[in-house]
Structure formats: C-alpha cells, structure tokens
C-alpha cells in the first residue's frame, strides 16, 4: 500500500530529520504480522535563493515617538546560495495602503542574517495602533511564505500630568 505523509511542518528547514518505522499489534490472521518497506523517498523543493523577514527589531509598542523614527528589521538568506546584491525591500504603517520601498544593496551569505534600518524613518508622533508590516521582494526567491512580517504596533500618548482615561476610544491605547 502506497502511504504519503506531509512532514513538512516537522522537518522543513531543518538540518537533520530522522524517521523511524515500528509495527503495530496484529490480528488473530497474522495479517500485518511482517512488513516490507520499499520505495522510501522523503521529497521536497531544494530553496536555492530564498530571503525573508526574521524579526522586526525596532519600534516596539511604547510611548514618546517621534516624527523621525527607525523601523529596523533581521532580513535572513534562508536559501542555499548567497543572496542577491540587490534585495528590494518595503514597510507600511497602514495596512499596506501607502508603501516606502527601500533597496539593501548587499549579499547575505548562506544561513546569516543581517540588520537593516530603512532610510526612510516613520511618523509615530500621533498614538494610535499601527498595522506595521515589513518585506523583502527579491527577483527568483523560492519561497514567498518567509517574505513577509507584520505586528501591530500600540503607539501611546505621553503624558506628564496626572490624566483620566476612560477607555472608551482603542481602549485608551492601553495594553
């Protein structure tokens, strides 16, 4: 009998799996009483080029933000073979709707990581929650699933007197 397992989610991105066979009990027939394993195969898709979003290092939910301030992010090469020199990446603040694009001109060696800042700093002077989200875009990635990040970011007002809040509008900002 042919059988197909995914292990996809145990063994993707990982540098050992093992796999191991054990027979269950039998019946009154000996049916399944011995058991022939032919054709083993584990398959899967070799990610050559393949470049994403690890974390997002800076904002953090907080208070005191600025009109000038930095999105940094770990951009990985989870691929097999170096990056690109040239790896378009973009963050938005709003759900997408306005974009910054941004280029990280340099090569990613085999399974490192590297800390980016955006040239373009974000408006995180009005409190709010933020829909941040951050991506790389390389020509010929192999996997688009690690591309992408997004959080969203509580901005809260900073206050220097005694305030009363009501929590009635975004729960005060408060988390």
């Not at 050992?16 to 009483?33: E, I, R």
């Not at 939910?61 to 040239?86: D, F, P, R």
């Not at 933020?130 to 990040?149: H, Q």
């Amino acid at each position: 009998k042919l059988h197909e397992i995914d292990i996809t989610a145990l063994a993707a991105r990982k540098s050992q799996v093992k796999v191991m066979f054990s027979l269950g009990a039998t019946n009154d027939y000996w049916q399944l009483s011995r058991s022939n394993i032919d054709d083993f195969m584990i398959t899967g898709k070799n990610l050559l080029k393949d470049v994403g979003i690890s974390r997002i290092i800076t904002p953090k939910n907080g208070c005191g933000y600025t009109n000038n301030e930095a999105i940094t992010v770990e951009i990985k090469n989870y691929g097999q073979e170096a990056s690109l020199n040239v790896i378009p990446l973009e963050y938005s603040l709003n759900g997408k709707t306005t974009i910054i694009r941004d280029t990280l001109k340099q090569s990613i060696p085999v399974g490192e990581s590297v800390i980016y800042t955006f040239k373009k700093k974000a408006d995180l002077s009005i409190p709010d929650i933020y829909s941040l989200y951050v991506s790389t875009n390389m020509n010929g990635d192999d996997d688009r699933a690690n591309d992408a990040a997004n959080t969203s970011l509580y901005i809260q007002p900073t206050y220097s007197n005694s305030h009363l809040e009501k929590f009635e509008s975004k729960g005060g900002l408060w988390i």
